[in-house]
């Protein structure tokens, strides 16, 4: 099923991507999941327990698709699409949870940050070249308003009107990387990346050095913007050049500012770098909405979390914790 990809972030090591062999005692995996390319490395001296965590990660993503894919009719947030309107629906703890996450950051961005974004964003398609029409867009806009959602008592949700609707595409895919690296950790996996679409998870060094990540660079597919060597944290990328088709010299992409339904201006790609990488995905996309100025102040807020700009002018600008 296809899932939100909402960024896209490219690791140095992309001539093994597609690899799903075991060289020495690093075991490495390719697989498709959330409707976007992920990977997983771990090292391990048990071949056997390898192998069976590969398959438990894929597992867990599989199980979040489940649960929160608006693809999926049977998902938890597919039926808050049908029927939170009109009463309120009881969720898993897990997805209450979630919600109360996305709710956080929407009320910390002033609102730059709102999963009822997606009241207007499924009139676009992408692949097929659609957008709302002028009608279409001021119906939609006036849905979107993350307060919408009303988080009750006993993990119920409501929906203040109906026809709204939301999407976790711009945090429940860090999520399900935080999720897959904790369970590596409990298993006591001591090095390992994780990475699906522009969401990354490192677990402690690559054999005594750091992993490099390299910053896809946002108008050139062969290159990179920027390399970063880190360890033992996430790291998200949320750019313009993901999903997206041009009209009259016009870039419709999928990063939609909920103040106004269009796609935000401004930026072609942000990076955030922190602890967890649930945080760092929705925030790579805060940011991108924010804009360059708006969001380089929001992250200098954020304990733990840094920031890197691409703006339009293809110049780099980085928070006060990172050295170019």
């Known amino acids: 099923m296809r899932f939100i ?5 490219v690791f140095c090591f992309a001539s093994l991507l597609f ?11 390719a697989f498709q999941t959330l409707g976007t390319q992920a990977y997983i490395e771990l090292w391990s001296e048990d071949s056997t327990l390898a192998s069976q965590l590969i398959l438990d990660v894929q597992a867990e993503f599989e199980r979040i698709n489940q649960l929160m894919s608006p693809y999926i009719a049977s998902s938890e947030l597919s ?4 029927q939170a309107a009109s009463a309120p629906v009881q969720v898993s703890a897990e997805m209450y949870q979630l919600l109360q996450q996305a709710r956080q950051i929407s009320e910390l961005s002033n609102g730059a940050f709102d999963i009822t974004f997606a009241s207007v964003g499924f009139y676009y398609d992408y692949r097929a070249r659609l957008k709302p029409d002028a009608a279409q867009l001021q119906q939609g806009r006036q849905l979107v308003n993350y307060q919408s959602v009303e988080l009750l008592p ?19 895919k860090g999520y399900a990387v935080e999720r897959g690296i904790l369970l590596l950790a409990a298993r006591g996996i001591k090095h390992a990346q994780l990475t699906a679409g522009g969401d990354s998870r490192l677990l402690g060094d690559k054999a005594g050095k750091p992993w490099l990540v390299g ?18 944290t996430a790291i998200s990328t ?10 009259e010299g016009v870039r419709y992409h999928h990063i939609l500012d909920p103040k106004t339904g269009q796609s935000a201006a401004g930026a072609l790609s942000v ?40 703006d339009a002018n293809r110049q780099m600008y980085f928070s006060s914790g990172l050295t170019p």
């Open 5 to 9: 990809a909402a960024h896209h972030l």
């Open 19 to 29: 690899v799903s062999t075991a060289t020495a005692q690093w075991h490495r995996q």
């Open 79 to 82: 039926l808050l699409n049908r």
């Open 154 to 172: 006993g993990n119920t949700v409501r929906y203040r009107q109906a026809g709204i609707k939301i999407d976790l595409g711009g945090i429940a």
């Open 215 to 232: 910053i896809k660079h946002p108008r050139q597919d062969d290159k990179y913007a920027a390399t970063l060597p880190l360890e033992n």
């Open 238 to 247: 949320s750019g313009d050049y993901e999903r997206f088709f041009i009209e």
């Open 271 to 310: 990076s955030v770098t922190g602890p967890d990488t649930t945080q760092t995905d929705a925030l790579s996309t805060t940011l991108f909405v924010l804009g360059l100025q708006q969001g380089l102040a929001l992250i200098e807020l954020i304990d733990g979390y840094e920031a890197i700009f691409i």
